[in-house]
């Protein structure tokens, strides 16, 4: 499949061009079959809204391989959970962080990018976590996908991306106020 399709159709045109450069290629696949609730593994902005409190298990993850099949792990692993906090944001780049000023929280490192962003959900008696303020979006990448500088503001174009569109979904889109476009660390 194209990068467009990737991630339930999330990745704006910035994004999908970031994807195709970080992994080199421009033909995907998404991970197939179900998880252990018996859910498509493919993963679905609304399942990731509605599984937001529930344990890792049951969480929609966007899994993205290279199509020609030479890899065993994804390019790229995004999922999205419930948080009751975020970490400080960062003033300046650490040795192994950059930070950007997208939602409460966001930084990338050397295996992917984490992006904090304000929105009250609610759990439920059976959730993993009850009620929280902000939802956190996590992308994991394996180190050797890095190849320039630039890569660090790409993983936060795609993560904040699919972010936009959970956020939106989960009717938070005004209260997260995520970029159109992710300013430059």
């Known amino acids: 499949m194209a990068a467009r399709q990737l991630c339930d159709g999330t990745l704006d045109t ?3 061009a970031a994807v195709e450069r970080l992994s080199g290629t421009k033909q995907f696949t998404e991970l197939t079959g179900t998880n252990e609730s018996g ?3 493919k993963f679905s ?3 990731a809204v509605k599984h937001l409190h529930d344990e890792t298990t049951r969480r929609s993850r966007c899994n993205i391989y290279k199509a020609s099949g030479d890899n065993d792990f994804p390019v790229l692993q995004i999922q999205f959970y419930a948080a009751k906090q975020h970490p400080q944001p ?8 950059v930070p950007f000023a997208v939602g409460t929280y966001a930084a990338t490192g050397t ?3 984490d992006l904090y962003f304000a929105c009250t959900t609610g759990g439920t008696a059976t959730s993993f976590i009850g009620s ?3 939802v956190k979006g996590e992308m994991t990448s394996p180190s050797s996908a890095l ?7 790409e993983r936060m174009v795609i993560l904040n991306s699919v972010a936009r ?7 938070c889109a005004a209260e997260a106020r995520l970029p159109a476009k992710v300013p430059t660390a």
């Not at 190849?147 to 503001?153: L, T």
């Not at 569109?165 to 009717?171: I, L, P, R, Y």
């Open 111 to 113: 295996n992917g990018a």
């Open 132 to 134: 929280t303020q902000y």
């Open 165 to 171: 569109a959970v956020a939106a979904k989960a009717g």
């Open 147 to 153: 190849r320039s500088a630039s890569d660090a503001r």
């Open 14 to 16: 910035e994004a999908t």
């Open 90 to 97: 960062l003033k300046e780049a650490t040795r192994n962080l």
């Open 39 to 41: 859910e498509p593994n």
């Open 45 to 47: 902005v609304a399942r």
